[in-house]
């Protein structure tokens, strides 16, 4: 007799599709506030941010109520009867909240992987040319990107790669207050690559520099 196909064999592992969704993950620091704080006594600190002391609970939200702002819980206490009562401030939670959500976008954001970019160059470019791809360049490394120089040689221009190696290091010299050599200039075949690296020190080194020197050009003409 044929087995009906109505039931699944013994130990048939299908799993239907659609049916489980992992719930998502909530990130970021999650605080009792209000009606969720329920320890009494409490460690005060006012919207002005300054210290009240310990007062008790009903007395905290009562202040923050009368404030049009939330008892938020910043350091839970420990417990027992000998044991520090939790630390609450009077604030608007959901300013907090947003304020603290753009500081991790803005800290993903500056964690971003570095990228390899590239820049090709012949070796009779000209003055004009060669400036805009240093500062192509430039805000590639900026950016916190690496920049690899890649320069072709065809025919004869192959008897005149020690000059063109020569104009690779004057592009260090340019962007070496924003970079680091990674790899320097030198010859593949019928091709020279140099790799450039973001240096944060030397840039915010030169950009205080500057901002120095504009204080003191705005200096005498202030007022």
Known sequence: MPIPLTRPFPGDCTIARGRFRPQP??????????????ISPVRLIDEEQNPVGVVELDDAKARATDAGLDLVEVSPGSPGADG?????????YGKWKYAQQKKEQKAKAHAKKSEL??????????THDLELKVKKAREFLEDGD????????????????GLALG?????????????????????????ATML?????GK????????????????????G
């Open 203 to 222: 840039k915010d080194a030169t950009d205080s520099k500057r901002e120095r020197e504009a204080a003191s050009d705005a200096g005498p003409n202030a």
């Open 84 to 92: 520090r009562p939790p630390v609450c401030k009077i604030m608007d």
């Open 146 to 161: 690496k920049v690899q120089f890649v320069m072709l040689f065809r025919g004869r221009q192959m008897a005149h790669k």
């Open 167 to 191: 104009q690779m290091r004057n592009i260090t010299e340019m962007l070496a207050d924003v970079s680091k050599i990674e790899q320097d200039p030198k010859m593949m075949g019928r091709r």
């Open 25 to 38: 993950k909530e990130t970021g620091k999650r605080l009792r506030i209000n009606d969720q704080i329920r």
């Open 196 to 200: 450039l690296a973001p240096d944060k």
């Open 117 to 126: 970019k590239g820049m090709r160059l012949r070796p009779n470019i000209d």
